[in-house]
């Protein structure tokens, strides 16, 4: 019967414009709901990270170091992970959250896009710490991408974004299960979005929030996975010597005039506050938000948004 009904292409475009006018009506009570979550997110109480173990992959810089120094002001262990390059300044990270109140701090260098690396740093932090209680997946690469560049330099970008995050999850969820942990992970608005020259990085960040977004039906209650959806962050990660990694076109040098960035401090401190009360998804700036609901009801307006910007990239 539902066939004669989505068959018939009248009724079956009919159907879309309904469901529009729909929400339109009860949006309001969507609105409330929105309200009342807020506040009772508001409400609920944080988690006491003292004594908790945290592992963090890519903390030698960025967000991943802002977040090894936020867990330790709240006396959490930690477990600290960074590519291994003679500059890396991973060691100095780990003293600096001693510093800062970590009891015990272990760095281990390896790659995450490496699926033994993974394993063996997953164990190494259980028979130091003999536990896990967050896991925060954080490493991440993103040149931007142009159809003109050679393609073979950019499956690193999934390897270790998409890649790295799934590994290293699925050697830490028994561990995680036994602490009722959280895992985070460090996604992006451009997964969401579809900014030009994203290409594979939005589409690696994609990936990541399809794929932990069907994991939580697994593993909750048991595990809170919280998906980090960011837009622009004051890291070395929007300067114009990171976004490109040496291939390929890159991010304009007066991205910070066109669009609005977020201190990276003040995104970090929102980021653990939300993770210590549990909530299921983090997006800041905030008003990212709003970009979503334009994507998703007006794709027209979308588009013309992100065409004016254009070039993002400069080459
Ligand atoms: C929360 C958090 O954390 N977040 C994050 C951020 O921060 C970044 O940026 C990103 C990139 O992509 O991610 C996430 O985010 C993440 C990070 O970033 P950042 O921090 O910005 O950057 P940097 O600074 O660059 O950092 C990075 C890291 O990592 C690592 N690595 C790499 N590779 C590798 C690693 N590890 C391991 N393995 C491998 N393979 C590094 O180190 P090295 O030494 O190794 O080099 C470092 O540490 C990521 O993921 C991204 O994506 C994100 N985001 C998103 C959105 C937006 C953004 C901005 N910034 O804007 C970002
Ligand atoms: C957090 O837990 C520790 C012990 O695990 C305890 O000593 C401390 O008082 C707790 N802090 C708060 C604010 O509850
Ligand atoms: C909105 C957004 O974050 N888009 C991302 C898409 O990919 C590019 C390339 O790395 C990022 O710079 C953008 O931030």
Redesign the pocket.
């Known amino acids: 019967m539902y066939e004669a009904l989505f068959n018939n292409r009248f009724t079956n475009t009919f159907v879309f414009y309904i469901s529009l006018l729909l929400l339109l009506l009860i949006s309001p009570f969507l609105f409330a709901w929105e309200l009342f979550d807020i506040v009772r997110t508001c409400l609920r109480c944080k988690e006491n990270m003292s004594g908790k173990v945290v592992l ?12 090894a120094y936020e867990y330790a002001k709240l006396g959490a262990y930690l477990a600290i ?5 003679p500059e ?3 060691e100095q990270v780990a003293n600096k959250a001693r510093e800062l109140g970590s009891p015990d701090v272990l760095f281990m ?6 699926i033994e ?1 993974c394993h063996m740093f997953v164990d190494n932090t259980i028979r130091h710490f003999g536990r896990l209680d967050h896991l ?7 040149p931007l991408y142009s159809i003109n560049n050679d393609l073979t330099k950019f499956a ?1 970008i999934i ?3 998409f890649w ?2 799934v590994y290293t999850t699925h050697f830490a969820i028994p561990h995680l299960m036994k602490t009722k942990g959280k895992i ?1 992970v ?5 997964g969401l979005l579809n900014p030009p020259g994203g290409g594979l ?1 939005n589409a ?2 994609g990936a990541l929030i399809n794929f932990f977004e069907t994991l939580r039906y697994e593993v909750s209650p048991m595990i809170t996975i919280t998906i ?11 300067t114009v010597k ?1 976004s490109n990694n040496g291939v390929g076109p890159h991010l304009r040098n007066d991205l910070r005039d066109v669009l609005p ?2 201190g ?1 401090e003040a ?2 401190k929102a ?1 653990i506050d939300g993770v210590r009360k549990g909530v299921t998804s983090i997006t800041e700036p905030r008003f990212f938000k709003t970009v979503v609901l334009v994507k998703l009801f007006f794709p027209q307006l979308h588009y013309l948004f992100f065409n004016s910007f254009s070039p993002l990239v400069q080459n």
Do not use: H, Q
Not at 81 to 85: H, P, Q, S
Not at 186 to 190: I, L, T
């Open positions: 963090i992959t890519g903390a030698s810089s960025g967000l991943g170091e802002l977040m992970i960074a590519t291994r390059k890396s300044r991973l260098f390896a790659d995450v896009s490496k690396e925060v997946c954080n490493a991440g690469i993103g690193p390897d270790i974004n790295g995050s985070i460090n996604a992006s608005a451009a990085y690696s960040k980090l959806t960011l837009g622009f962050i004051e890291t070395d990660f929007i990171y960035t977020m990276a995104c970090t980021i």
